[in-house]
């Protein structure tokens, strides 16, 4: 795989926020999730394409329109390389998908990739200094561990309150 430069993190998080928002807008239309997760993975799904955009204009402003640094295979690799780190069989947040049947295992699955991505985005903050483009991101993302964690606590406690 090509090196990672600071250019290459933020195509590489431009990746990771377009399949991420694949991943939810699929788990949005899932009818085994109950319907305050399915709204979540709904807003989730619509941030990570505002994500995608805010990515896609940081790299325009920092380094013009000139042509990525990936050629198209190289973007597919790197492509197929975050797929394979967040969303992949061996380990990622979403690993084993099929096993998603409850809303608790798709919000742990979410609070996984969305601290993964956070601290992801903080390393990209010591890589290229502070901007605001990507203080914006940090601060989407943080909002969205709350929101999961949120969600994933009032999923706990209807449980609870349900079983006893």
Same mark, same amino acid.
């Given at each position: ?9 933020? +195509? /590489?998080? !431009?990746? !990771?926020? +377009?399949?991420?928002?694949? &991943? ?13 997760? $399915?709204?979540? /993975? ?12 805010? /990515?896609?204009?940081? &790299? ?16 597919? /690799?790197?492509?197929? @390389? ?15 998908? @099929? @096993? ?12 996984? &990739? ?17 901007? @605001? ?7 989407? +993302?943080?909002?969205?561990?709350? +929101? !999961?964690? $949120? ?8 449980? !609870?309150?349900?079983?006893?």
């Amino acid at each position: 795989m090509d090196e990672m430069t600071p250019r290459t993190a933020v +195509e /590489f998080a !431009v990746s !990771v926020e +377009e399949m991420g928002g694949r &991943l939810y807008a699929h788990l949005a239309k899932n009818p085994e999730l109950d319907g305050e997760s $399915r709204a979540l /993975f709904a807003r989730l799904s619509a941030d990570e394409q505002v994500h995608q955009q805010q /990515f896609s204009a940081l &790299l325009s402003a920092v380094y013009g329109r000139s042509k990525p640094t990936l050629n198209e295979e190289s973007m597919a /690799f790197r492509r197929a @390389d975050a797929l394979n780190e967040f969303f992949g069989a061996k380990g990622g947040p979403f690993a084993r998908r @099929d @096993d998603i049947h409850t809303s608790r295992d798709a919000l742990c699955k979410a609070l996984e &990739l969305e601290r993964m991505t956070l601290a992801y985005y903080q390393a990209l903050r010591e890589a290229l200094g502070n901007s @605001d483009a990507i203080e914006t991101l940090i601060g989407a +993302e943080a909002r969205h561990v709350e +929101e !999961v964690t $949120r969600t994933l606590d009032a999923a706990a406690n209807r449980q !609870v309150a349900t079983s006893a």
